[in-house]
């Protein structure tokens, strides 16, 4: 056996990397979180905070790919690719279309159903037991349709969901749903479907909490500090160089082990690691806002429109759309009018009186729907935690306990084969 590491590196501060850093440390290992922003700055800022083990399935699935396209031909629809000359992204779209058959949701359907379960069940213990301030409530969620059509072509998913994951739901008319969430609109919705097992928390909130804890613990987090190379001494990287990003000074660390939990900036460290990671970024935005007067209680998909509303104690979050655009970082008012327009389709009070934040955040998406977790084919104690889609926060524990696990050759509580990088 392998000498265990005292001292890792985690390269990336968003909820993976604080997460691995959390049971990294809680089992002895003295731990850095680098990255080369704020801590928790990027993609785990802004997000609709759903902690749903609802999300079963992927976006791959029998029919997404015909719907992608319906909705790539609607202008300004909430999915958009924008035509490039590189051609990775179109290999990328081409994997994902070949994951949309019965056997790959599945398949994908219990890796999730592993990373969901434990992760909820974490976070309800965790913040009570600490005590954190992140707006954590047990409400459940509403897949909210606006046609019979659309409301019963989720029959087969419940089906499966109940049989084979135990997360069914109970299928709510449009009157039904009104009397249960006073602040729709009345006669918009043809129905819901209710998960009574979601939850929902404020993410910028959490990880200023889990990361004072950390520090407590003696985790060390160094900010504005990008990582730049890796320095191989045969299978194993000894040390890094990291650079800072306002002075430019460069430095060399060393690490018993490396997790590069960098989302979905993970291809451009691919000739470090000596692997493509096959990962795109997913732009998405989000508005939040003071509560409106009628703010609803449950938080809520508006399926056909792809617009999430999470009512939140310190607040009101509409977030969604799904755009394949490169490392954009504009952000785009028409992209935004979709959210209000959704909102406004259902609520009685949509919008907040005055918007305090517009952001956008890259979803690291992989074409299978599963993060990558484990240890890279090249470097033995280098380990990804990346790619993970639309559901980042909601595996954020389950994906941190398996990384410690993995680094320090315990016997993993789920089976890592579903996540293996190659
Ligand atoms: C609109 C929207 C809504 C969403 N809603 C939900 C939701 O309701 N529930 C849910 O579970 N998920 C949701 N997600 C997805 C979720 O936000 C992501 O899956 C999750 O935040 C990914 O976390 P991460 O730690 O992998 O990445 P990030 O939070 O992006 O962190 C990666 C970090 O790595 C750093 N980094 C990158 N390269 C380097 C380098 N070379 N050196 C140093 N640092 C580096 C970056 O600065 C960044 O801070 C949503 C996303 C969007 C956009």
Known sequence: MAKLPEHVLIVGGGIIGLSSAHFLSEAGVQVTVIDQGKIGAACSHGNCGLINPSHVFPLPRPGAFKNAIKALLKPNGPFRVQPTLNPQLYFWLLRFARNGNLKAMRHAGWARHHLLTFSREFYRDFISGNQIDCDFEERGCLFVYGTKHTLDEHDQFDAMMTKEYGVGAEKLTGDELEKMEPAFLPGVAAGAWFYPQDAHLRADKLIKGWRKLLEERGVKFREMTRVSEFVPAQRQIKSIEVCDVNSNATETL??????????????????????????????????????????????????????????????????????????????????????????????????????????????????????????????????????????????????????????LQKQPSIDPKPYAVA
């Open 254 to 407: 060393p690490c018993d082990a490396l997790v590069v939990a960098t989302g979905s900036w993970t291809p451009m460290l691919n000739k470090q690691l000596g692997y493509k990671i096959p990962i795109q970024p997913g732009k998405g935005y989000s508005l939040t806002m003071p509560r409106p007067e009628i703010c609803p209680k449950i938080p809520m998909i508006l399926e056909d429109e792809k617009v999430a509303i999470t009512p939140m104690a310190s607040g009101y979050r509409l977030g969604s759309t799904m755009e394949f655009v490169g490392y954009d970082t504009t952000i785009n008012p028409k992209r935004l009018e979709l959210l209000t327009k959704g909102a406004t389709k259902y609520m009685r009070d949509p919008v907040g009186k005055m918007i305090e934040e517009q952001w956008y955040g890259w979803r690291p998406m992989t074409p299978n729907g599963l993060p990558l977790i484990g240890p890279t084919p090249k470097y033995q104690n280098v380990f990804v935690a990346a790619g993970h889609n639309m559901i980042g926060i909601m595996t954020a524990p389950a994906t941190g306990r398996l990384v410690s696990e993995l680094i």
